[in-house]
């Protein structure tokens, strides 16, 4: 199946979504509110790998497993260690391509505002300082930097592994915004 553009009708109504792109894109926030339209449970997988000071969670891979084989979900396309998995039992795939000025303005923007406010995210971790973007190379935003052309590698390896699945591209807010106001629930009638 090619690339469906945000306009493009859904063939079936999803209850399997995973949302992908690359740090900061807002794929978190899309998830969630897709998971709202469909009135499907929203699993943030960064709360299941990450655990007390950024360590991996040794239940990861058995969490995303279990929450997989549930007949309705929405995540992020996240962690290589389940991709697979997710990729297998989703039955929908919205790829959030936004421009990297827009992508690296909302990651340097988010990290700024979590470090200030000393935002707990996952299981007691903070956001480092802004500062340590210098002397840490996985520091959030010199991550979406450095990775920010796997993902459309990563899209065409599912396009070649999932030709059946469809694979919504969004290249903007304004279009996620119209995708969630009119194509998604246009979907709803539409039977699995």
Known sequence: MP?????????????????????????????????????????????????????????FIADVEAFTAEPAWTTEWQYSSVRALLLERADLFVWLDLPTHTAMRQVIGRTLRRSLRSEELWNGNLEPPLHTVFSD????????????????????????????????????????????????????????
């Open 3 to 59: 690339l469906l553009s945000p306009a493009d009708p859904l063939p079936a109504r999803p209850a399997r979504v995973v949302v992908a792109g690359t740090s900061g894109v807002g794929k978190t926030t899309l998830a969630a509110r897709i998971a709202d339209v469909l009135r499907v449970p929203h699993i943030e997988i960064d709360a299941l790998y990450h655990g007390p000071g950024w360590t991996p969670r040794d239940s």
């Open 137 to 192: 190379p996985e520091h959030v935003v010199r991550w979406a930097w450095s990775r920010r052309h796997k993902t459309r590698q990563r899209i065409s390896a599912a396009l070649e592994t999932r030709p059946d699945l469809p694979i919504v591209h969004v290249r903007s807010h304004r279009d996620s915004q119209a995708w969630l106001g009119e194509v998604l629930p246009q979907a709803l009638g539409k039977s699995l």
